[in-house]
């Protein structure tokens, strides 16, 4: 059972480098989520999508952009990094009807951008 | 918009002592209410969640938790710790018709022998 998987799960990246965090669900789930986390802060939510083909604005969508093109993968992509970027990035999938909802989530990548 | 509030940064407590982590959220028509739990390095596991029905629910591990319309909070509790439980916390809720799952600050567990 491979859940939600994340690759990679470290990287630095120079300020102004892109990148793309990939995330991909076996569970055939149609909401997918990407939080990061920050000592103290909980978890904020960057982007979600609630199908293939739909994407959505979470609480902290700046610097980042997601596409959804098909129901298994989520990615995440910075485009100019920044320090403020630095953080734990967490992808989550889900059913959200009846006795069925409940989020799982990837392990995670720890970004540094210097 | 929807809030969820975990009143306590940090909880210490010795092994074998009763602990409490207090969750309060924002009141809305319907929620549905869950506690993750997240060991050090990892990603956040399901400890319980509450949708429906019994207002107590209850986890494989002996944590338990109760969700109080009234007071709009779902602590969790555990009569007695062990030092496998020291993690942190993290309370999270939907809102009734919405799409996401909106997280508390989480609540850092720290069991001392």
């Known amino acids: 059972n491979a859940g939600v998987t994340q690759t990679p799960k470290f990287r630095i990246l120079k300020i102004g480098q892109s990148m793309t965090l990939q995330c991909t669900q076996d569970?055939?789930?149609?909401?997918m989520y990407w939080y990061r986390q920050d000592p103290g802060m909980g978890l904020k939510l960057i982007y979600y999508?609630?199908?293939?083909?739909?994407?959505d604005k979470g609480e902290v969508p700046n610097g980042y952009n997601v596409s959804r093109s098909t129901t298994e993968d989520f990615p995440l992509r910075l485009e100019l990094a920044a320090p403020s970027q630095t953080s734990v990035y967490f992808c989550?999938?889900?059913?959200?009807?009846?006795?069925?909802?409940?989020?799982?989530f990837g392990q995670g990548t720890r970004l540094t951008v210097v | 918009a929807q809030s969820v509030t975990q009143l306590d940064s940090q909880v210490p407590v010795f092994e074998e002592a009763p602990v409490e982590l207090r969750c309060n959220y924002s009141?809305?028509?319907?929620?549905?209410l869950f506690w993750y739990v997240q060991y050090p390095n990892q990603g956040l596991q399901l400890l319980l969640k509450?949708?429906?029905?019994?207002?107590l629910v209850k986890s494989i591990n002996g944590f338990e938790a109760e969700f109080n319309k009234s007071q709009t909070s779902f602590h969790l509790r555990k009569p007695s710790v062990h030092i496998s439980d020291t993690a942190e916390y993290f309370c999270?809720?939907?809102?009734?018709?919405?799409?996401?799952?909106?997280f508390g600050q989480g609540t850092r567990l720290t069991i001392n022998p």
């Open positions: 999270a809720v939907i809102p009734g018709g919405a799409q996401k799952l909106v």
């Open positions: 009141s809305s028509v319907s929620v549905y």
């Open positions: 999508s609630v199908g293939a083909g739909i994407t």
């Open positions: 569970m055939n789930h149609n909401y």
């Open positions: 989550a999938s889900s059913f959200l009807t009846g006795l069925n909802t409940e989020a799982f």
């Open positions: 509450y949708l429906s029905g019994s207002t």
